[in-house]
C-alpha cells in the first residue's frame, strides 16, 4: 500500500490528530478527478481497514475554475460509469453538491464517519482549498488522510541539484528516470463493505450535460468515458499502436496515438496503470511514449510550483507583448473558416469531437497567437470549454509552450507555417477531406492551399472559393511578418 506518509504536507494538520477512531465508524472516501476503482490508492486503503465506506463525489460550488461544457459531457458520463461500478461492488456513490466542507461536515455528521480519505491534486488553488477544508475537518475531530494517486512522480521530490523545481523539460524528465519507479498499481479493491444508505442527488439534477441546444451527437459518437472504456482505450492501443507510436505520433490522418487523454484527466485510469502497461507490453520500444507521459508530468509540477499557469505568461516580458483584438478573426478562427484547410479542420473537430490531436493543437494554437496575434488566454479559455480533456496543467501549459512565453517554450520567432505544416503531417489531406468535405474534391497538391488551385481545378471539384470555403483571412507571409515585428516591440519594450 503506497500510503506515502513521509510526503505528507505538513501544512495539513489533520494527518497529526492522533485522535481514537471509533473502527466501526464508516469513512468517507472522496472522489474527485480519480473516477476509477483500480489503483485508487483511497480507495484501497479504505478497503483494508475493513470499515463501512462511503464513496462521495461533490459537485464543487467553489471550485477554482468551473468545468468547461465539453468537461462536464465528460464527468456525467464518467459519474454515471463509476457509480454502476460501485453498485457493482456491492456499494453507492453519494453525491452531493455545495462547498466541499460543507457537505464533508454535513455528511460526517449524519454518517458518524470520522475519517475522510482523498487522493491528492497538485493544482496549488485547490491545494490551498484541501489545507483549509482539512482545518475544518480537524476541527470537528474529523481525520483527513491524503495519497498520491494522479501523477508518477510527487512535484515536492522533484528538484534540481539546487534543490530548485526544474524549468526545463528534458533535464526534469531526465531526473524523473533516475528515481525509484513510481509504485506499481493496486488491484480493485476485492471488497467494500456497505454503509446504511445516504441521501445522494440524482445526477441527472446536476444537469451537466448540454440541453438546449444539446451539440453533445459527435462527442457521444467519438467517446466512452468510464473506467472500463479506458481499460479498453488502453489494451487497444497497445495491440494496435504502441509499436509504431514514435513514427505516426505526429500524423493526424492515421489515429495512432493513445487517446487515453481524457480518461487520463478524469482519473478512469491513473498514469501508473498506463506506464506499467506500456512498458510491460512486449518488445515495443516505449521511450517516446512515456516521454508523453513526461509532458503531463512536466505540465503538473509546473502547475504545482506556478499556480497562475492559465493566466500568466512564465516569462515575465510577455506581459508587454502588442497582442491585437480582432473580434472578426476571431469568429472565423473558432468556428473552422479562416481559409487555411489544416486549422479550419481542426477546430472543426475540436467542436464536434471534443478533442483534438496533440500535432493540430499546436497547428492551430500557433495560427491563433502568432497569425492573428490574438492572446494565447483567449485560445486556453476556449479549449478549456471545448476540450474533453480539458485539463489546467496540459492545456496552460500547451499554449504557454506555443506562445513562446511557458518555462521550456517554443521561441516565439518559431512560426508555424499552417500549408507546410498540412501537408507535411497530412500529406494526402486525408484528414482535411474528413472534416471539410467541401475541400473533398481537390487534388492533393492544392487541399492545402485551395486559393492556388485554377479556376478548372476548382469547378472540377465543385468548389466555389469565398462562397462555399473562404478565402484567407489572413496572408501567412505578411502575418509572420507582423508577429516578428510585435515580438520585436516587445523585447524593446522590457
Ligand atoms: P498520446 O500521444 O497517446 O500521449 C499519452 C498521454 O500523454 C496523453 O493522454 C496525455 O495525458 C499525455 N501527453 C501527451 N502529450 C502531451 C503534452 N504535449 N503535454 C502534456 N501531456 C501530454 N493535454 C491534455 O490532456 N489536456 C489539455 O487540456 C491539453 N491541452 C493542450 C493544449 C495545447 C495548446 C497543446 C499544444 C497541447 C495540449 N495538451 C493537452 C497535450 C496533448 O495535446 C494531449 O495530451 C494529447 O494530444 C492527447 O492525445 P493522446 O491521449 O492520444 O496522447
Same mark, same amino acid.
Given at each position: 500500500m503506497e500510503r506515502d506518509l513521509a510526503l505528507r504536507d505538513k501544512t495539513l494538520p489533520a494527518q497529526t490528530t492522533g485522535l481514537p477512531l471509533d473502527p466501526n465508524a464508516p469513512i468517507i472516501v472522496w472522489f474527485r478527478r480519480d473516477l476509477r476503482v483500480v489503483d485508487n490508492p483511497a480507495l484501497s486503503e479504505a478497503a483494508q481497514r475493513g470499515q463501512p465506506i462511503i464513496p462521495l463525489y461533490i459537485l464543487e460550488e467553489d471550485a477554482p475554475r468551473p468545468l468547461g461544457g465539453a468537461a462536464r459531457w465528460w464527468l456525467h458520463h464518467s459519474l454515471k460509469a463509476l457509480c454502476r461500478e460501485l453498485t457493482g461492488m456491492g456499494s453507492k456513490l453519494i453525491l452531493r453538491r455545495g462547498r466541499a466542507s460543507d457537505v464533508l461536515l454535513c455528511l460526517a455528521r449524519e454518517s458518524g464517519a470520522r475519517t475522510v480519505l482523498w487522493n491528492r491534486r497538485y493544482d496549488r488553488m485547490e491545494t490551498g482549498k484541501d489545507c483549509k477544508i482539512t482545518s475544518a475537518l480537524v476541527s470537528e475531530g474529523i481525520q483527513v488522510e491524503s495519497f498520491t494517486g494522479s501523477l508518477l512522480f510527487d512535484p515536492r521530490t522533484v528538484r534540481n541539484r539546487n534543490g530548485q523545481p526544474f524549468r526545463i523539460f528534458t533535464p526534469f524528465w531526465r531526473c524523473c528516470l533516475t528515481l525509484p519507479d513510481p509504485p506499481r498499481p493496486l488491484p480493485r479493491p476485492r471488497e467494500l463493505m456497505t454503509h446504511a444508505d445516504m441521501a445522494s442527488d440524482a445526477l441527472a439534477d446536476w444537469r451537466l450535460p448540454p440541453e438546449k441546444p444539446d451539440w453533445s451527437g459527435g462527442i457521444a459518437t467519438a467517446w466512452t468515458p468510464g473506467e472500463d472504456a479506458a481499460g479498453a482505450r488502453l489494451a487497444d492501443f497497445l495491440e494496435d499502436g504502441l509499436c509504431c507510436y514514435a513514427q505516426?505520433?505526429?500524423? #493526424? $490522418?492515421?489515429? *495512432?496515438?493513445?487517446?487515453l487523454s481524457p480518461h487520463l484527466a478524469f482519473g478512469e485510469i491513473s498514469p501508473r496503470q498506463v506506464w506499467y502497461a506500456a512498458r510491460t507490453a512486449g518488445c515495443h520500444p516505449t521511450e517516446s511514449f512515456l516521454r508523453e507521459l513526461g509532458w503531463r508530468e512536466f505540465c503538473h509540477h509546473t502547475l504545482y510550483h506556478a499556480p497562475d499557469l492559465a493566466s500568466q505568461p512564465?516569462?515575465?516580458?510577455?506581459?508587454n507583448f502588442p497582442w491585437a483584438t480582432d473580434e472578426a478573426a476571431w469568429q472565423a478562427f473558432t468556428h473552422g473558416r479562416t481559409g487555411y484547410p489544416i486549422v479550419d479542420a481542426g477546430m472543426r473537430a475540436l467542436w464536434e469531437t471534443g478533442w483534438l490531436h496533440n500535432r493540430l493543437r499546436m497547428i492551430v494554437a500557433s495560427f491563433l497567437v502568432? $497569425? +492573428?496575434? !490574438? #492572446?494565447?488566454q483567449r485560445g486556453e479559455a476556449w479549449f478549456w470549454d471545448t476540450l474533453v480533456d480539458a485539463d489546467p496543467a496540459s492545456n496552460a501549459g500547451g499554449w504557454q509552450w506555443v506562445a513562446g512565453?511557458? +518555462?521550456? *517554450?517554443? #521561441?516565439? %520567432?518559431? !512560426? %508555424?507555417n499552417p500549408v507546410l505544416q498540412g501537408e507535411k503531417f497530412d500529406p494526402h489531406g486525408r484528414y482535411i477531406r474528413r472534416w471539410i468535405p467541401e475541400l473533398g474534391g481537390l487534388p492533393d497538391n492544392v487541399i492545402h492551399r485551395p486559393w492556388e488551385a485554377s479556376a478548372e481545378v476548382l469547378a472540377k471539384a465543385g468548389l466555389r472559393l469565398g462562397k462555399d470555403y473562404p478565402t484567407p483571412i489572413v496572408e501567412h507571409g505578411a502575418a509572420r511578418l507582423r508577429a516578428l515585428a510585435a515580438y520585436e516591440r516587445m523585447k524593446n519594450s522590457a
Open positions: 505516426r505520433r505526429d500524423h #493526424p $490522418d492515421q489515429d *495512432a496515438t493513445s487517446r512564465q516569462r515575465g516580458e510577455f506581459q502568432k $497569425d +492573428l496575434l !490574438i #492572446p494565447w512565453c511557458g +518555462l521550456d *517554450a517554443a #521561441p516565439y %520567432f518559431r !512560426i %508555424f
